[in-house]
């Protein structure tokens, strides 16, 4: 059976190709849990595929619906105005497709306790690293 759903984590992208790996990393465990679904990655600048790319070869898989998940930590200026330009004009070249956009990861409360939680392990390692000097 082949997917008829596909999310697409959408990156910002880096010059350093060691970047995208936690990306990567995020993709194969999400699409170890979900796989009757595609599970692909795109990015904004610096990176390959672009969002365009990934959209149309998706659609071209016969995907009908696509969720893009930002993978960003705040919702900038990237999301709120290219963000929507790209999906007008992807939504535009791709009239049959349903195009999703998902909250950027970073708003989210989940991912927020999560940062929260790593955070507090770093001050509570530096107090006691402070406390207790070798």
Do not use: P
């Given at each position: 059976m082949s997917a008829v759903?596909?999310?697409i984590l959408f990156g910002h992208g880096a010059r350093d190709p060691e970047w995208v790996q936690p990306l990567r990393a995020v993709r194969d465990r999400v699409a170890a849990a979900h796989p009757d679904s595609r599970v692909e990655l795109a990015f904004l600048e610096f990176m390959s595929p672009d969002l365009a790319a990934r959209v149309?070869?998706?659609a071209a898989a016969g995907i009908s619906r696509i969720t893009i998940l930002p993978m960003f930590i705040a919702q900038g200026g990237h999301l709120k105005r290219e963000l929507p330009e790209m999906l007008a004009a992807l939504q535009a070249a791709h009239p049959g497709l349903n195009l999703e956009l998902a909250p950027a990861i970073g708003?989210?409360?989940?991912i927020i306790a999560a940062m929260a939680v790593q955070a507090?392990?770093?001050?509570?390692?530096t107090m006691n690293a402070t406390k207790n000097p070798e």
């Open positions: 759903s596909a999310l149309a070869e998706l708003t989210t409360e989940r507090t392990d770093y001050l509570q390692t």
